[in-house]
């Protein structure tokens, strides 16, 4: 059954380092997510991604963050200049969702551990 | 914007009993309801998932209903087994540009 694949597993960063979460979506999904999980707490959607601009974002997704799709297979998250309370699971989705209102099932990759130091 | 309660936080069955979670959301305009398993270093999978045009749905052991009325679901596991033991979210979206907004996670535990 196709997976979506994130990397790393685990990323650990200095405070104030740019990092960049690299997801592999299913390949026929259009429509790319990227959500936070802080320890202990609710998974926090951050921003959705289709057709190449961001479609919605939340308010925690700020200036320090920026997603692109730089080819055909990859998405990616990239945080500016990191703060230790960026530490959290980061979990990328994809879904075959074809328009803003189509609800699709989203299918998640097992995350990348951020750890900020 | 969309809140998503979900009740209990915990909670422990002896195998072979049913188990039942339940959520309330605020957004009226919310028409999707999905629910997730998240094992220990793994993402949430989906379960099942049920759409504002259906009060119930079911898939084997696993069941979903729907109030639209009082803004409420629930999942519902019959003959709990020791593999459902994982944490368990529910979540509320209103379309597919929409991120989902999920429930806060119940810790189900089987006894055996």
């Known amino acids: 059954e196709p997976e979506v694949t994130q990397t790393p597993s685990h990323q650990v960063t200095q405070m104030g380092q740019e990092v960049i979460l690299r997801c592999v979506p299913i390949s026929n999904h259009l429509y790319f997510y990227w959500y936070r999980q802080i320890l202990g707490q609710k998974v926090e959607f951050l921003v959705s991604?289709?057709?190449?601009?961001?479609?919605?974002k939340s308010e925690i997704f700020d200036d320090q963050f920026s997603v692109e799709r730089p080819d055909g297979s990859n998405f990616t998250l990239k945080i500016r200049s990191t703060k230790l309370e960026d530490s959290a699971m980061y979990f990328c989705?994809?879904?075959?969702?074809?328009?803003?209102?189509?609800?699709?099932?989203?299918?998640f990759g097992d995350g990348t551990r951020l750890s900020i130091l | 914007g969309e809140n998503v309660e979900q009740h209990p936080s915990t909670l422990s069955v002896q195998e072979g009993d049913s188990a039942v979670i339940k959520c309330t959301y605020s957004d009226s305009a919310s028409n999707y309801f999905p629910w997730y398993k998240q094992e220990l270093g793994k993402g949430p999978q989906l379960i099942i998932d049920?759409?504002?045009?259906?009060g119930e749905k079911k898939d084997q052991r696993i069941a979903v209903t729907l109030n639209k009325t009082a803004k409420h679901f629930s999942l519902h596991i019959t003959e709990t087994q020791p593999e459902d033991s994982a944490v368990y979210f529910c979540?509320?979206?209103?379309?597919?540009?929409?991120?989902?907004?999920f429930g806060k996670g119940t810790h189900l535990i089987i006894q055996p």
């Open positions: 049920i759409r504002s045009n259906v």
């Open positions: 979540a509320a979206s209103r379309g597919g540009a929409d991120g989902l907004t």
């Open positions: 991604f289709y057709n190449n601009e961001i479609s919605e």
């Open positions: 989705a994809s879904s075959r969702a074809t328009d803003r209102y189509d609800n699709q099932p989203q299918h």
